[in-house]
């Protein structure tokens, strides 16, 4: 019976470490620590679909609970809180922007007859999760905020299940224009020829469409003057470019999971993900995918050889028709700029686009950089070797994510 204990001891460790492990890439640094981060996130995942099959409530609000709980641990663990802790001359305000709630950091620098920077934040989380107020999200705008003496607009968008697209880009554009205002700029002391538009992974999505419709938009008199894009998001209608393949299984974003944020985020049954999986949606049959749009995103032209490697493009025949007609989202530039024509590229800002190897995004910012040089936009691309989806934002800190946030900083600081 003695035995008995150091048995179910042995066997439990067993099976945590089953569940923990998972093969990463040799340089990943600290592969435990991120071992450990998706562990978490698949639990909270797991039990988030439990609650929402036995009809308790939405497996997304599930998450949200779960992962402000995990916040509230990590503040503790990390020694910060979201209230002021880190940067205390920071002034914080949560208020309105043409009615979409934003959270305003203005630097303790200022006045004294200067103007200052200004930046607008659009938060990643799928379109279904992630906050302006807590969390990373939180102290790297500070940090902003504070280092680059820079009014920063974190937007508090709307986001699935409450809303599909095109609501947060709606909101996005909504705020941005009320932010680029003469009288708001003034307001906040703001240099009408320094203000930049950034967001990471679905806000990359969000500010590369946002800051293409202003770049169009000859009714608006101040324009973002850079963009930066962190992983961004860009396209649907190739979930098989190398990138997808190579990393499908790499947390913490998984190809399926990305799949799944777009269908979510296009209103598009869910059922269905295994045909987008193998681009039946975007087929030949679908006549409305011209040539042309095709061109925008084909990888096999826009990647250098490095990065195509031995990967073929998957091109389908004959898939099932109608996806496109029944989800005009997959074409809108407003839902994946990388479809955007070079007309448009062309009048973009000076661009900063941060890429990670080990990220089913990487060939999205790879091919949406490369048009955009085409177009003669000056583009600053930083790709890390050893990073992965979301190592910007992650409250756990990473070697490769101090070094990604010191980088975007440093950009900023230099063409801001």
Known sequence: MRLLPVVVTVSLTVAVAYYIYIPLPDNIQEPWKLMLLDAGFRTVMHLASLKDWLGFDHYI?????????????????LGYESGGGVMPGVKVSDITFAGVPVRVYEPPAGGEGHLRRGLMYFHGGGWALGTAKKGSYDIINRMVSDELNTVVVSVEYRLYPEVNFPVPYLDCLAAAKHFLSPEVLA???IDPERVAVSGD???GNLAAAVSQEISSDDSMNTKFSVQTLIYPVLQALDFNTPSYLQNQNIPILYRSLMVQFWLQYLGVDLSLQSQFLVNNHSSLHQSTITPELRARVDWSVLLAPKYKKNYKPLIVEKGSRGFVKETPGLLDVQAAPLLAGPEVLAKSPRTYIVTCEHDVLRDDGLMYARRLQDAGVTVTHDHYEDGFHGCFSFPLEFDVGKRALRGYINWLQNNL
């Open 61 to 77: 609000r599930t998450i949200r609970q779960c992962t402000e709980g995990i916040d509230f641990a990590t503040k503790g663990f």
């Open 187 to 189: 307001g906040y002391a």
């Open 201 to 203: 992974s679905a806000g």
